[in-house]
């Protein structure tokens, strides 16, 4: 919200310059986004509308600098006329409504100092009345609107709850229907604003206008809000009320702009009604300096806490605090707490280090596995990305389920996506890691990614969220497939001492746990992909690790290169040579895979050990014709 | 012959300390000892046709004119072998190496620091109900303070679930299930409902820190507040301000900038201690306290590391990655 600095300099004279407004406000009680010429743009904190006003800021800035501020007392008016318009009251979201009724006013551009106040508060001179009625929201805070008299009907003002569908023409030309129970003032013909957000062109003052009818109200904030909202039409007095004023302030604007309404339009005084069924009692807290210093931690003794309390104009009635009439952010000790603290100042404080408990219970399960794993991949040099957490619909249709929990449910949809990007929730880290690794594939040899991060997926009105590792390798799609297939064994196998059990299902392998699915391995667009579900694997983890004696006697190998004449998996070869090789068998990997005459020729090695003595070649070679005798079995042709 | 060997050792010493190069130091080698014809071989040669008593006079000479020939000569052969060295100079492999991400350095630093105070790493869900969110930590449907948080919500919207605007939300999680006094951290994903741009993500990361015991103050929570960021920033001149501010769940609200020579006060979060209504809200007893804090991760990276963008840190390009994580080769 703007202010000018000068205005604010003249209120608070032992303010130097703009700099130390700023200083003054940011330490003390605002933010301050920026200064331009004489113009100071404030952050308003939403439960401190009450100080976005010159009197506020004031008051605020004399107790920051432990200066007690007295308001200027106005001078008395007189009534002078008998005209009269009643303010009529009959809705619950409205706790005040003042007018007061004006003759022979005479329209023209305000006096210039007005005029600059409101330039360098951001707002726009009209004419003097409607310049005085902003002029006073910015000196008091209340919002007041002045409708012209001669283009009313009735003489009263009725504050109501609209029914559907009526209708008022904005001063901007806008026409807007009412919801029902939507705030409007209105005389016997209808709508004469959008209270307390816009008023209505029907009755408009302008240069022909001679009385006038004064307004000034308080309005439910959360009605004003939504209509607000709803009709796209926030203005600076709709905000004041959104955040919730006092009632109080009503009576203190409606005296400053009658006050100012006669010396600068010449204006005649009619009569004043108030409607304010149920007055604001003054809040009242028992003032504790025990706890107040609990709170702070900061030795301040009760006097200045008395003393800063006053100055921010608070009242003490015994041993009881009496809040301000206009602060309706307070309501207990800790706030009390609060302005005493903030007016000492926060860097005034001394730090004290606070006690701290030590802990005898574990870190998060999950938060060790992820760095477990983290580490892990980092070390089998993949390098660590991050996604968002949305895709497209497309992507969610395409890729949702190729991840570790893809066939649990729908992908989760986003009510109000902010782009078509965003519109739901990724099932699987996969969607767009693998175009991360395509793109990185264009410019370097041997990509590998991994993300570890959330995914989420719901099923039958029930939102289920898994933290899950997703790597990726660009190698060639056999060796990419082992590769990520090796890492993902791998992590397993160093966490957890169950057996990992394999299942293709199409192009895709799942591997679980004691029944339970926790793994996924595939490959697609030159990418192979690995997913591991973390949160799954958490209820098979044990980190304990028990020495196993090693055999002492050498390996001898022997390489052994084959093509498949039929139809045969590798899984079921390589278990065909684990029976085989028993137990001198101690390792194999497949070495090399070649094309010759138009055949693919695999080359696996394989190692050979006993734990009891060191093997002869015979021993060996043995072992070695029984695997290929049992290969041969299986259809395949020795090389 | 023992005059014939000290001339020898002498010529031999002056040849092999003349030597220029690699070459004539190694012709030198074999004029004295050449298994053939060296001159040195050759008297040892001699050495069996001796009497036995010349043989004692003369052997150990014989052997140690051997023994200091053969020394100095490898002294200087290994000076002259430098010329024949491999090249060193090339320009290192890149061997393909794993790395973290920029963002996960930040949050370990901060975890790491936290850790190190005493408090428990703790997590808690991305999508997360209105009640926890929101409710629990007194801001009730109606609160105009909604509005500060703008807010991506799971459909349909009647179901309550949005993804967490802050990580405020694992601080209600953890106190319903855990009796203070205590401490956790807790970091992670949170999301808004804005257009992003240099500044704002759709989703980025906080780290939540929530202590409670018996009478926790302000002084305590600055203090704790700026011992992190004296950590954070070690090496640095920094300095910590506290503004008022205001955030529901917590009463007094600050907001904490840090100075840091050279870029000014920078806004680093918001903190104040646990608002009653929120203790009420997780059953707690009267006459506990405490403090939390929020701060944003990506501000923190960004203002450590000087990240221009925070777009980069979900941009994932190569060139990004590599600056703070491992090396891949190129093609």
């Known amino acids: 919200m703007k202010f000018s600095i000068q205005k604010i300099r003249e209120m608070a004279p032992f303010v130097k310059s703009a700099e130390d407004v700023r200083e003054r406000l940011t330490t003390h009680l605002f933010e301050v986004e920026d200064i331009v010429g004489d113009t100071i743009d404030i952050k308003i904190l939403p439960n401190r509308y009450d100080a976005a006003s010159y009197l506020g800021l004031t008051r605020e800035l004399y107790a920051a600098a432990g200066k007690r501020w007295k308001e200027k007392k106005l001078t008395k008016v007189r009534v002078v006329k008998k005209g009269s318009v009643k303010a009529v009251i009959q809705t619950k979201k409205c706790a005040r409504c003042m007018t007061v009724y004006m003759e022979g006013v005479r ?237 000492y100042g926060y860097n005034n404080f001394s730090l004290i280090s606070p006690q701290v408990y030590l802990f005898s219970n574990e870190e998060e399960g999950l938060h060790m596995l ?55 929730g990724r099932k699987t880290l996969i969607t767009l890691g693998k175009e991360v690794v395509k793109r990185a594939a264009k410019d370097f040899s041997q990509v590998r990614m991994f993300e570890i991060g959330n995914v989420y997926v719901k099923n039958i009105g029930k939102v289920k969220e898994e933290t899950v590792a997703t790597f990726f390798s660009s190698s060639r799609e056999r060796e990419g497939i082992r590769e990520v297939k090796g890492v993902l064994q791998a992590i397993i196998k160093n966490i957890s001492p169950s057996s990992l059990i394999e299942e293709q299902k199409d192009d895709k392998l799942f591997l679980s746990l004691q029944g339970k699915v926790v793994g996924v391995v595939g490959h697609a667009e030159g990418v192979a992909y690995g997913e591991i579900s973390l949160t799954r694997l958490l209820s098979f983890i044990s980190f304990e690790k028990k020495y196993e004696a090693e055999s002492v006697y050498p390996v001898t190998f022997r390489d052994i290169s084959f093509s498949l004449s039929r139809e045969v998996s590798f899984g079921e070869l390589e278990s065909e040579m684990i029976k085989a090789g028993r137990e001198l068998l101690s390792d194999f990997y497949q070495r090399d895979e070649y094309k010759k005459e138009g055949k693919s020729i695999f080359t696996y090695r394989m190692y050979f050990q006993s734990k009891e003595k060191t093997l002869t070649n015979e021993e060996v070679d043995g072992r070695m014709s029984d695997i290929i005798q049992s290969l041969s079995k299986n259809g395949v042709e020795i090389f | ?232 920033f070690s090496g640095q001149k920094i300095k910590t301000r506290f503004r008022p501010s205001y955030f529901p769940f917590v009463e007094p609200g600050i907001e904490v900038d840090v100075y840091l020579p050279g870029k000014g006060w920078l806004e680093m979060g918001g903190a104040g201690l646990v608002h009653p209504k929120v203790f009420q809200a997780v059953k707690y007893p009267k006459g506990i306290s405490g403090f939390a804090f929020g701060l944003g991760v990506e501000r923190l990276a960004m203002v450590k590391y000087g990240v221009p963008d925070i777009r980069f840190f979900y941009q994932n390009d190569m060139k990004f990655l590599q600056q703070f994580g491992g090396e891949m080769r190129l093609k």
Request: proline share 3%; charged share 30%.
């Open chain 1, 107 to 343: 329209i023209s551009p305000s006096p210039k100092w007005l005029q600059d106040v409101l330039l360098h508060s951001g707002m726009r001179p009209i004419n003097n009345v409607v310049d005085v009625t902003n002029y006073v929201t910015l000196m008091t805070g209340q919002p007041l609107h002045a409708f012209d008299f001669q283009k009313m009907e009735g003489k009263q003002i009725v504050v109501r709850e609209a029914k559907q569908g009526e209708e008022v023409k904005l001063l901007t030309g806008e026409q807007i229907f009412f919801q029902k129970g939507e705030l409007m003032l209105a005389d016997t013909r209808g709508a004469l604003d959008l209270a307390g957000i816009k008023g209505g062109e029907r009755a408009e003052i302008n240069a022909e206008t001679e009385d006038i009818v004064l307004t000034a109200a308080n309005f439910d904030g959360t009605t004003v809000r939504e209509t607000a909202r709803r009709v796209g039409v926030i203005t600076d007095a709709s905000s004041r009320f959104a955040h919730g004023l006092s009632a109080e302030l009503v009576g203190a604007g409606m005296e400053m702009a009658i006050n100012l309404l006669i010396k600068i339009t010449g204006a005649k005084l009619g009569k004043t009604f108030d409607a304010y069924p149920k007055k604001a009692l003054a809040k009242k807290i028992v003032f504790d300096p025990d706890r107040i210093l609990e709170i702070l931690g900061v030795e301040i003794t009760p006097k200045e806490m008395k003393k800063i309390l006053q100055d921010a104009g608070f009242g003490f009635s015994g041993k009881q605090i009496i809040v301000p009439s206009v602060r309706t952010d307070i309501e207990t000790i800790e706030d009390v707490a609060e302005e005493v603290g903030r007016i």
């Open chain 1, 370 to 424: 992820e760095r477990v794993v983290r580490e892990r991949l980092i070390a089998t040099s993949y390098q660590e990305i991050k996604t968002h957490s949305f895709v497209s619909e497309r992507e969610a249709e395409e890729t949702g389920n190729w991840g570790v929990i893809g066939d649990e449910g729908e992908a989760v949809k986003i009510e109000n996506p902010t782009a078509a990007l965003y519109a739901r």
């Open chain 2, 1 to 232: 012959m023992k005059e014939e060997v000290e001339a020898l050792l002498k010529e031999a010493e002056e040849r092999i300390l003349a030597a220029q190069t690699a070459e004539e130091l190694s012709q030198a080698r074999i004029f004295y000892l050449g298994r053939k014809e060296g001159k040195i071989t050759e008297l040892m040669k001699r050495l069996p046709g001796l009497s036995v008593d010349q043989k004692r006079d003369v052997g150990p000479i014989l052997q140690q004119l051997r023994v200091t020939v053969e020394s100095l000569l490898s002294i200087q052969e290994k000076n002259f072998a430098k010329d024949e060295l491999l090249d060193l100079t090339g320009r290192g492999k890149t061997v393909p190496t794993g790395g973290e991400h920029l963002l996960t350095t930040t949050i370990r630093e901060i975890e790491r620091i936290f850790e190190g105070f005493g408090f428990l790493s703790v997590a808690g869900p991305e999508i997360e109900t209105e009640r926890y969110n929101f409710d629990a930590l007194n801001i009730p449907a109606d609160h105009p303070a909604r509005e500060m948080w703008d807010t991506l919500f799971v459909a349909p919207r009647e179901e309550g679930r949005l993804m967490r605007t802050q990580t405020s939300a694992v601080q209600i999680r953890y106190m319903e299930k855990n009796e203070p006094p205590f401490q956790i951290i807790s970091v992670g994903r949170v999301f808004r409902h804005e257009a992003t741009d240099f500044s704002h993500e759709i989703n980025f990361h906080q780290a939540e820190g929530l202590l409670v015991g018996e009478k926790v103050s302000m002084a305590n929570l600055l203090y704790t507040l700026d011992a992190f960021f004296k950590r954070f």
